[in-house]
């Protein structure tokens, strides 16, 4: 087992998708510090209950591991970086947060490809690009529909469910996928129910 420092939040990091941050509170920009002075690497867990700063949250198992690609501090103390997800792991326990989070974690087996699965991932990417542009006139934090992607099959489907429009909860059962047709059948099926609700959330102005 591996002990990572750990960094809990309202969000989840999925394998081969960015993770920008801006960091202030003292206990992270301790843990920065450690981790700059290290492999770079931190895990990223959702919360399940509470809040990213203060402490006293309760957070999910699954999480994924953080490696650092860009750092930058600014005049007022703060840590803006730029991380990026890799591989998933599964909390064995919780550490003493003195001085931050951390944990002891197991790796999740990484998921395989099949070639056959290729008219899979194109019809998911279909899917998940015409949300995002259907989706853009409502909402303004949503990826481009053309944002390029990896190559890579496997983190490509990673990306894929990262970039759909879904919630913190939806995108957390994705993590749990235990197979690249599983990840894409479910972001699919989860993209298409998010479209299908837009008329529920923005209904037309009856006037």
Same mark, same amino acid.
């Given at each position: ?8 939040? %309202?969000?989840?990091?999925?394998? %081969?998708?960015?993770?920008? +941050? ?62 990026? %997800? ?9 550490? $003493? ?43 303004? $934090? ?31 059962? +994705? ?5 690249? %047709? ?26």
């Amino acid at each position: 087992m591996d002990v990572l420092p750990m960094f809990p939040l %309202g969000a989840v990091l999925l394998p %081969g998708s960015p993770l920008p +941050l801006q960091v202030f509170e003292p206990r992270y920009l301790a843990m920065l510090r450690d981790v700059a002075a290290g492999d770079g690497r931190f895990g990223v867990v959702l919360i399940e209950r509470g809040f990213e700063v203060g402490g006293g949250d309760q957070r999910f198992s699954i999480g994924t591991v953080a490696a650092i690609e860009q750092v930058s501090p600014t005049p007022d103390g703060r840590i803006r970086l730029l991380a990026r %997800g890799g591989e998933r792991f599964e909390v064995v326990g919780w550490l $003493d947060d003195d001085p931050y989070p951390r944990a002891e974690v197991r790796p999740v087996p990484q998921l395989t490809w099949d070639v056959g699965q290729s008219s899979q991932l194109d019809a998911t990417e279909r899917v998940v690009r015409r949300a995002l542009a259907v989706m853009s006139e409502y909402r303004a $934090d949503l990826w481009p529909a053309d944002v390029p992607l990896s190559e890579d099959p496997v983190t490509k489907s990673w990306q894929l469910a990262g970039i759909a429009p879904l919630g913190a909860p939806d995108q957390l059962a +994705l993590l749990r996928s235990s197979s690249v %047709g599983e990840l894409l059948n479910r972001t699919g099926q989860l993209t298409t129910e998010a479209v299908d609700l837009l008329p529920l959330q923005f209904p037309d102005d009856p006037a």
